[in-house]
């Protein structure tokens, strides 16, 4: 059985299948990664704190300590690090899940059978590389907390979690590009072009509006999504920092996840019935 074929009857189900059968099997698919993922905790904590946890202590504590940053740096770095945590952890476990699934495993052909619309098997790679960057922005919140002596509100919990998910989904829609347009052999090449310069011109580690006096940078960056997420959590949880308008932040994010998914679901229509 060729793939186009392989996948050709399970599409024609879906077409004539009820909406709430889809949506079990949805429902199903998802649990079935998040279990996979709950048997792998402990690499999932290794992922979700080592990095980010050596990023606030050397710029948060050691160059505070040292006397090259103040005190008030806290404020800008955390925020920006956990906004960093959920997109690059939802872009990452989309992205080399569905490289390895189109060059070796073939795990996706399980998928592509099941009685669901093909679009419905794409939204849920989002959905899931989403929930784990969210988990990993939530699970990091409390440890930077500790390790910078800093502290929010209660109140700000509710925005701060609707920030960090919108990021989640915004790193997962770029990541399901990334994975339906990359071979297994370019993997090294997508890291070095695409994941480095979405890491450094993210505004994680500074405000995007600080950059006027260099505005060619400051360009850059506010082309890349990562940055609304980060200016978008510093607007929520430390206001007193400058940062760009939260309206603008929301409608930037809520537009890069429409533009991106609508883009990496083509994508992924494209590989499954190769």
Known sequence: MTATTATEAPTAEAATAPATSQLHTFGAILWRDVFVAL??????IGQAIIQPFFTLFVFGVLLSDAGYVDGDYSAVLLPGVLALNGFLGGMQNTALPLVVDFSYTREIEDRLLSPISLRLVAVEKI???????FVASLMMTPVGM???DLSWPISKTVPALAIAGLGALAGASIGLCLGTSVSSDKVDVMFTLVLMPLLFTGSTQFPLVALDEVRWFQVICGANPLSYASEGMRAVTSPNVEHVPLPVTLIVLVGSICLFAAIGIRGFLRRAQA
Do not use: E, M, N, S
Request: proline share 6%; glycine share 12%.
């Open 39 to 44: 048997r792998q905790f402990p690499t999932f």
């Open 127 to 133: 959905l899931f590389g989403a929930l784990y960057g």
């Open 146 to 148: 500790v390790l910078l």
